[in-house]
C-alpha cells in the first residue's frame, strides 16, 4: 500500500486532477510523483499559466502610457505567474526523479545546455523504479508529514 505522505499521485490520472496535484504540492519537493500524474499536470499548468500569462500580457498593452500604476499591477502579476509555473515544474521534476530512486540534485544537469534538457526528458519518460525505493524509506524514517 502506498504512503500518501511520499506519494503525489491520483487515483485517476487526467489533466484537471494532476494540475490539482500540481497546485497542491507546488512547493514540496519531499514526495514522489507517478509518469501519469507529472505529464498530465505539466499541460494543465502550461495551460493555466499561457492564458494568465497571455491575459496579464493584452492588460499591459492595452493600458495607455499614462496609466502606469495599473500596466506595473499586470507586469508584476504576469511575472508572478511565470515564476509560480517555474517552481511548479521544478519541483514536480524533482517528485519524478525521487520516484525514479534518484536524488533531486539530478536537476541541476539542466545547466548543461541541450544536454541537460534531455536528460530531463528521459528522466521524466521512464518508468516508476519500484515502489519500496530509497526515497520511500528515507522519507519515512524522517516521519515527513
Known amino acids: 500500500m502506498k504512503n500518501k505522505n511520499i506519494w503525489n499521485e491520483s487515483n485517476k490520472p487526467s489533466l484537471i486532477n494532476s494540475t490539482k496535484l ?26 493555466v499559466a499561457a492564458v494568465l500569462i497571455g491575459l ?25 505567474t511565470l515564476g509560480y509555473y517555474l517552481i511548479s515544474i521544478w519541483n514536480a521534476v524533482i517528485r519524478r526523479l525521487h520516484d525514479r530512486n534518484l536524488r533531486g540534485w539530478w536537476m541541476l544537469s539542466i545547466v548543461l545546455p541541450g544536454i541537460g534538457e534531455l536528460i530531463m526528458i528521459v528522466l521524466a519518460c521512464l518508468p516508476q523504479r519500484n515502489e519500496n525505493n530509497n526515497w520511500a524509506k528515507f522519507v519515512e524514517d524522517d516521519q515527513y508529514v
Open 22 to 47: 500540481y497546485f497542491q504540492d507546488m512547493f514540496v519537493g519531499a514526495k514522489r510523483m507517478s509518469r501519469a500524474d507529472f505529464w498530465w499536470g505539466l499541460l494543465g499548468m502550461t495551460i
Open 56 to 80: 496579464f500580457g493584452w492588460l499591459v498593452t492595452v493600458m495607455s502610457i499614462n496609466d502606469f500604476y495599473w500596466s506595473a499591477v499586470w507586469s508584476i502579476a504576469m511575472v508572478m
